[in-house]
């Protein structure tokens, strides 16, 4: 079965803490794909990263990054210096073909407090 | 990246009424999904949308509820129909980048059946 599963529903955190938002996926395929969304108050999604199943390098991209770890099936998000602004619900999402449906996880919200 | 725009952004309706949804792309893709995001839930699937055949729908998703039309390649509709308050959601569009890298999503249409 192809499964996310974002098992921390909320997290509270202060401002300029890190934090690690976690995901584990399900999949019989060796081909696939994840994704991480961000969902802000206003409802819009918010693509932030893709990673197929073959490049296992972290990515960072400014106060963003993420560990793919194929081993634990793991695909963990950290934001760094957490800011007001990154208050939001964050999905984790699986596609195991290309061109399929998105499979998200359950959603983690995450809440920075000044 | 691809710019989506849905129409109506809200709306509020009686029950048993219907609701056609507009999702504009200002490229052409060749699927387009609907995906549907119950009230703090994740987003689940409705139909897959091809240009020139008939929309694919995932279970739990039936054409009579959710007919969908597909007429050109930057355009789609989704129409909720004999609506009740268990329809209200966020339904969304998204569609895939052209190098399949990505999948972007429209701002949504928020849905509230009184």
């Known amino acids: 079965a192809q499964k996310v599963t974002q098992a921390q529903t909320e997290i509270s955190v202060v401002e300029k803490e890190d934090v690690t938002l976690d995901c584990v996926y399900e999949t019989r395929d060796t081909t696939y794909y994840l994704f991480w969304y961000k969902q802000p108050p206003s409802g819009e999604l918010v693509f932030l990263i893709r990673r197929n199943s073959f490049d296992e390098q972290n990515e960072i991209s400014g106060r963003y990054s993420w560990n793919f770890q194929k081993s634990t099936s793991s695909f963990n998000f950290t934001i760094t210096a957490s800011q007001v602004v990154d208050s939001a619900v964050y999905f984790c999402?699986?596609?195991?073909?290309?061109?399929?449906?998105?499979?998200f996880g359950q959603g983690t919200e995450l809440s920075v407090k000044p | 990246s691809a710019v989506i725009s849905q129409k109506p952004s809200r709306d509020i309706c009686q029950r048993g009424t219907s609701l056609t949804i507009q999702c504009q792309v200002d490229s052409q893709v060749t699927m387009m999904f609907w995906y549907r995001q119950q009230p703090g839930q994740s987003l689940t699937l409705i139909a897959t949308a091809n240009q020139g055949s008939e929309a694919t729908y995932e279970s739990g998703f039936v054409i009579d509820k959710f007919p969908i039309s597909r007429p050109n390649l930057t355009f789609s509709t989704l129409t909720v129909s004999n609506m009740s308050p268990e329809d209200s959601s966020i339904y969304l569009c998204?569609?895939?980048?052209?190098?399949?890298?990505?999948?972007?999503f429209g701002p949504g249409t928020r849905l509230t059946v009184l």
């Open positions: 998204s569609v895939e980048s052209e190098a399949g890298t990505e999948q972007f």
């Open positions: 999402a699986l596609i195991y073909n290309q061109g399929g449906k998105l499979i």
